[in-house]
């Protein structure tokens, strides 16, 4: 792996690489390259199958992480590439031509995230939430509790109550408070 | 009172069909359901007793409580034996069984398939998530009460609930419709506009005629 991060690195600018597992490597690149390095992986290193594609929000630092899943069916090893984008003006070239199936996981995104992917096939379609009025849900500002409960009448919920209490009001009742009970229990 | 404001009073009646385009409301009725009352008490006893021997459910698997349907079917809980049945279609059923949670897409199917099943027709809605949304009390896509949506007859609680619960439902449902209590058809023609308020203010894109007759 030390000599496909290399001959990477001689191509373009690696942000930073990390190993996890034997099999499992993410690296970090630049937005703007990571075309060029994901047909370069797909056409000579081998890594023919895009696994996924998912997005992470880091509201923190205003920005989401796209990560694109790679797998090498010669060696089996699975390579993350991390992308930062920006959070406000969230957009990213689309990969559906270099893989088809990508569309699909571009159009998810778009929905949940609100990330755009210019030119992919059918990304404005609602894919999950049909008629969908506020912002994306997969957003970490936005309110989930809160939206449920404006929108689908929640049931009011159990109630507690102290057991001495509740005992003695059912036992008891108005009696407890009586002298006579006062006397003997002191 | 003259033609004139029985016509007025016909047309506020009949359903405005808004969400269809203009040139398909013709395809598709307008009028409302309406309150079906028996003639003879005891011919309707008679029938009650009836229906509840043989109970065709929908086989329209909604949630993850539809997984719980495959073992009341097969040889070791064997629901025939009570005379319950699936069927294919909501035109031949008589209970629609709500599995689990039902996010925003599938009630707009949920709410087809109820209004295409012919009467006499009954809810049994399983699971905590019908109940009060369950696991999923906070998501953004699933509806908490069932019964704000469709009339409910039985609910069964548990997450999943075992087959056993299942059975013991379907036993309720028989002696609620032996008994007579099973009107959720006629709740839902009495409160039709509640109803369909409720389920128009959650399915926003409304592509379809506002009774599915």
Request: glycine fraction near 8%; aromatic fraction near 14%; charge should be neutral.
């Given at each position: 792996m030390d000599q496909l991060f290399n001959r990477i690195s001689r191509m373009i600018k690696l942000e930073g690489s990390t190993k996890q597992r034997d099999d499992l490597y993410f690296i970090t690149v630049r937005k703007e390259q990571l075309e060029l390095l994901l047909s370069h992986l797909k056409n000579y290193e081998g890594f023919t199958h895009l696994a996924f594609l998912q997005a992470v929000d880091y509201i923190e630092n205003n920005e989401f992480q796209l990560t694109y899943m790679?797998?090498?069916?010669?060696?089996?090893?699975?390579?993350?590439?991390?992308?930062?984008?920006?959070?406000?003006?969230?957009?990213?070239?689309?990969?559906?031509?270099?893989w088809p199936h990508a569309w699909q996981y571009q159009r998810?995104?778009?929905?949940?995230?609100?990330?755009?992917?210019?030119?992919?096939?059918?990304?404005h379609e609602s894919f999950?939430?049909?008629?969908?009025?506020?912002?994306?849900?997969?957003?970490?500002?936005?309110?989930?509790?809160?939206?449920?409960?404006?929108?689908?009448?929640?049931?009011?919920?159990?109630?507690?109550?102290?057991?001495?209490?509740?005992?003695?009001e059912k036992l008891y009742g108005n009696f407890a408070e009586s002298p006579e009970i006062r006397k003997n229990n002191d | 009172m003259d033609k004139k404001d029985i016509d007025e009073i016909e047309h506020q009646m009949k359903l405005a069909n808004e969400g269809l385009p203009e040139n398909e409301r013709d395809l598709f009725a307008d009028a409302r359901p309406s309150k079906v009352e028996s003639q003879n008490r005891y011919f309707e006893r008679f029938r009650n007793w009836a229906r509840s021997r043989s109970l065709w459910m929908l086989a329209f698997g909604t949630g993850c409580g539809a997984t719980e349907i495959r073992p009341l079917m097969t040889s070791r809980y064997d629901m025939f034996r009570y005379g319950i049945a699936p069927r294919p279609t909501p035109r031949q059923a008589s209970v629609f069984i709500v599995g689990g949670y039902a996010s925003i897409k599938t009630i707009k199917r949920i709410v087809r398939s109820y209004e295409?099943?012919?009467?006499?027709?009954?809810?049994?809605?399983?699971?905590?998530?019908?109940?009060?949304?369950?696991?999923?009390?906070?998501?953004?896509?699933?509806?908490?009460?069932?019964?704000?949506?469709?009339?409910?007859?039985?609910?069964?609680?548990?997450?999943?609930?075992?087959?056993?619960?299942?059975?013991?439902?379907?036993?309720?449902?028989?002696?609620?419709?032996?008994?007579?209590?099973?009107?959720?058809?006629?709740?839902?023609?009495?409160?039709?506009?509640?109803?369909?308020?409720?389920?128009?203010?959650?399915?926003?894109?409304?592509?379809?005629?506002?009774y599915n007759w």
């Open positions: 790679l797998y090498n069916y010669d060696n089996r090893v699975n390579l993350g590439i991390k992308v930062f984008i920006d959070r406000d003006k969230s957009e990213m070239t689309s990969i559906h031509k270099l998810e995104l778009h929905e949940l995230f609100g990330i755009d992917f210019p030119g992919s096939p059918r990304v999950v939430l049909e008629g969908w009025e506020e912002i994306p849900p997969m957003r970490r500002d936005f309110d989930t509790k809160a939206y449920t409960e404006r929108t689908f009448y929640p049931r009011p919920g159990r109630f507690t109550k102290d057991p001495k209490e509740y005992m003695k | 295409q099943m012919q009467g006499p027709k009954y809810v049994i809605a399983l699971g905590s998530c019908t109940i009060n949304g369950g696991m999923y009390y906070d998501s953004y896509n699933t509806i908490k009460r069932l019964d704000y949506y469709i009339p409910v007859d039985v609910y069964i609680t548990g997450c999943m609930p075992r087959p056993e619960a299942l059975i013991a439902g379907f036993n309720r449902l028989k002696e609620k419709i032996r008994a007579g209590e099973c009107e959720g058809m006629n709740k839902y023609a009495e409160n039709f506009d509640w109803y369909k308020n409720n389920q128009k203010q959650i399915i926003k894109d409304w592509n379809m005629p506002d």
